[in-house]
């Protein structure tokens, strides 16, 4: 079996398969994530509106809104026992809170002029610290989650025929 997501669908997959290595399941031969929300903390998006502007497809309030809805947490309770809830739960939920040992290989893809950019290589650096393997391809110029726009897009196609050639391989 090979794990594969888009956006909050490769933050599920990543978090799915910390779980499975936390429990000593078998994991999944692989894992190709694209475009892969991997930090629900918002730490280094641009918050700059130029900045902003720039990134297409997913903006940052749907990103937000986004993570309201998994950690669904009664937002009209404000305190300190909600702000205790949310940081509990987010950090449960988090990939980056979480190890990155024992994962299988991953194949990533990003655009670099995505909400997500940052977030692909924070997880670069933190699967390669674990001594794990992630190739890492960057779409320069493009959007998120690029590759399934391959009817419009040479790059998306060629990005695809990465991604049989990675899974093919495993």
Not at 76 to 92: A, D, H, S, V, W
Request: glycine share 6%; with cysteine; hydrophobic share 45%.
């Amino acid at each position: 079996m090979i794990g594969m997501g888009d956006s909050s669908g490769g933050l599920m997959w990543l978090r799915l398969i910390q779980m499975m290595v936390e429990e000593q399941q078998p994991v999944p031969l692989g894992l190709v994530l694209l475009s892969p929300w991997v930090d629900l903390r918002f730490m280094d998006i641009e918050l700059d509106s130029d900045a902003r502007e720039n990134r297409v497809l997913l903006s940052l309030q749907l990103a937000l809104n986004l993570r309201e809805q998994i950690l669904d947490i009664d937002k009209n309770f404000k305190g300190p026992t909600y702000f205790e809830e949310f940081i509990k739960q987010l950090n449960e939920v988090n990939p980056i809170a979480h190890s990155f040992e024992g994962l299988p290989p991953v194949y990533v893809t990003v655009g670099t002029e995505e909400l997500f950019y940052c977030d692909a290589l924070m997880l670069e650096q933190k699967i390669l610290a674990s001594n794990r393997e992630i190739i890492l391809d960057k779409g320069y110029g493009l959007m998120h989650a690029y590759p399934m726009y391959h009817r419009w897009s040479p790059e998306a196609a060629c990005a695809q025929n990465k991604i049989r050639t990675f899974i093919e391989e495993l």
